[in-house]
């Protein structure tokens, strides 16, 4: 299933991509038969990550069904008619890993750490597949790290490794832009993370079952259509297992919380010279099966 939040002209509903249309999920739900409590989870996509798997898919199923059975049905929309928005634009967590990938270390001559590396993003860096970065007026050194994304479905403390992968509803693109001069003047990085519009992601939130082995993804990043990352999630130093194993240790992990993993090698403060980003650049992330974020620079606020 792919999730995703889409703007008609009317405001941001959850709905459910079924080829090149979206179905609101609540016009889905009540062909499906929902109501009370089942039928209001569909009003955002975090509650309805709460919901069993099986519930979604029976959520699933009956969007193909009720887009097969007219695609003029209220509440189906051309996928290209509509602005798309994060798939989870209030999560209660983003959660971003550094240093998670071993060519990524090597570049910028970091030892791999021996223990994840976490900071946190907060819901103001979030913003759609298409939407514009604007970068603060104080940064010179705006940076892209193309990542895969994992968002929490079912809730866990103290969760086992060969557990983790149940815990999970779902994986989207990351773009975890960053600015690395206001990065690197603050100990914690959060001053060159968490900025407005510093975190694209989507175009939706694809479940588990459609992706394979998580650990053997392409994850790429190209600036006006040139490749400057080109890596796997095979080469990180934590797997998605072990890195919700590990959070989990410290913090409840709920519905909607947004895991970003880590970038592979390339980001632009390594190419010499550097290939910061500047207004005009359109910078595209794309991780093996979830489609690809493609986002225009602007001119800073």
């Known amino acids: 299933?792919?999730?995703?939040?889409?703007?008609?002209g009317d405001g941001g509903r959850p709905g459910i991509q079924v080829g090149e249309c979206v179905a609101d999920s609540r016009a889905v739900a009540g062909f499906a038969g929902w109501s009370g409590s089942m039928l209001a989870a569909t009003s955002t996509n975090r509650n309805l990550l709460s919901l069993k798997p099986e519930a979604r898919?029976?959520?699933?199923?009956?969007?193909?069904?009720?887009?097969?059975?007219?695609?003029?049905?209220?509440?189906?929309h051309a996928l290209d008619s509509v602005r798309l928005g994060p798939p989870v634009p209030d999560p209660e967590k983003i959660i971003c890993i550094g240093l998670n990938y071993h060519d990524h270390a090597e570049e910028i001559g970091i030892e791999v750490p021996k223990e994840p590396i976490f900071f946190a993003k907060y819901a103001n860096s979030l913003i759609g597949p298409a939407d514009t970065i604007v970068p603060p007026r104080d940064t010179q050194k705006v940076d892209y790290e193309a990542?895969?994304?994992?968002?929490?479905?079912?809730?866990?403390?103290?969760i086992r490794e060969e557990d983790a992968l149940a815990h999970v509803a779902g994986a989207m693109n990351f773009n975890d832009v960053s600015a690395r001069d206001l990065q690197l003047s603050n100990q914690l990085w959060t001053g060159g993370k968490a900025v407005d519009t510093f975190g694209p992601c989507g175009p939706a939130l694809v479940t588990l079952d459609e992706l394979g082995d998580i650990q053997d993804l392409r994850v790429r990043t190209r600036v006006n259509g040139e490749t400057l990352q080109d890596g796997t999630t095979a080469r990180m130093v934590f797997t998605v297992a072990q890195l919700i194993a590990f959070l989990s240790r410290i913090m409840t992990l709920v519905p909607g919380d947004i895991i970003a993993t880590?970038?592979?090698a390339g980001v632009a403060a390594s190419h010499d010279p550097p290939r910061f980003l500047r207004a005009g650049d359109r910078v595209e992330v794309e991780v093996q099966g979830l489609g690809s974020t493609c986002n225009p620079v602007a001119d800073p606020d």
Not at 1 to 8: E, S
Not at 62 to 69: R, T
């Open 57 to 76: 898919l029976e959520l699933e199923l009956a969007a193909a069904g009720y887009v097969g059975q007219n695609v003029s049905a209220p509440g189906i």
């Open 147 to 158: 990542e895969l994304a994992v968002v929490i479905g079912g809730p866990g403390r103290y």
């Open 262 to 264: 880590g970038t592979p």
């Open 1 to 8: 299933m792919r999730l995703v939040m889409y703007d008609a």
